[in-house]
């Protein structure tokens, strides 16, 4: 048996344990995947949306790894970043208030809003986005999927494909309480036309500034948060000329604020939300032969 530590976190209802492995390997590369989906089996163990590992990091300062409740590695995710700036910041891993954090959807810059030593809030510069097909990867013989068609099980979906550092497809809706998310997430999510699955988010535009969402996640299933796919709705929305370059996104967790700039040749979008700390724990865990 192992003892492991580890903090409890969310970002607006989006939920995860949080370890630390910043001085050293406390679970095996090998086992992260099987001990990540015991951790989030809710009502058997902690529960949680996914797990995020605080790494060192050859490229930044630190590194942040974010596991999906399936074992599965994602990319990037909005609010555990968030969380993983409180946990860093908080325990004294890497006390900066502006730094640099190393995804596998890229180097992030983040800047933390730090009051009496305790972070309320963090920007986070999610980097430039694409929409590119190849690169979302959608099977598709266009360039850039925008407002495309999809057949889903004999229904028609109308979407547009955006990578914020993990891939997203968002489908804007004049009524979500129409939106059957349990029957049609997981058949979006799984659909032939993405290898490597995708984030689904439903979209009601409010004005140009505000839209309220829901989201099926890639490896998760229903959410009450997700930044990246907030970040994408923001990207998505402008880019097809609904939406303003500020705008406050609505979520089932609470809100996030998205601002849209150009850069590097492509859209990029700054995110800022919060992060709550909810326990800190120590558990007996059994990592097997």
Known sequence: MTTL?????????????VIDESEGTVIPEDKKSGVVEQLCRRGFSIG????????PSDLAPIKFRIFNSDGSEAEMCGNGIRCFAKFIYENKVVEEETLEVETLGGIKTLELNVVEGKVVSTRVDMGP???????IPMNTDKEE???????????KFTLTTVNVGNPHAVIFTDDLEEVDLGEVGP????H??????INVHFVRIISPGEVEMITWERGAGFTLACGTGATSVALAGYRLGHLDRDVQVHLPGGDLK???YHGEGKLGAFMEG????????IMEIDLGP
Do not use: Q, W
């Open 5 to 17: 530590r580890f903090s409890k976190m969310h970002g607006l209802g989006n939920d995860y344990v």
């Open 48 to 55: 949680a949306d996914g797990v995020i590992f605080v790494s």
């Open 129 to 135: 986005a694409s929409f590119f097909a190849r690169e």
């Open 145 to 155: 999927f925008l407002d495309g068609e999809l057949d889903v099980g004999g229904m």
């Open 187 to 190: 058949l979006i999510e799984c």
């Open 192 to 197: 032939p036309a993405f290898p490597e699955r």
């Open 258 to 260: 998205i601002s849209v």
């Open 274 to 281: 919060g992060a709550t700390m909810v326990f800190d724990g």
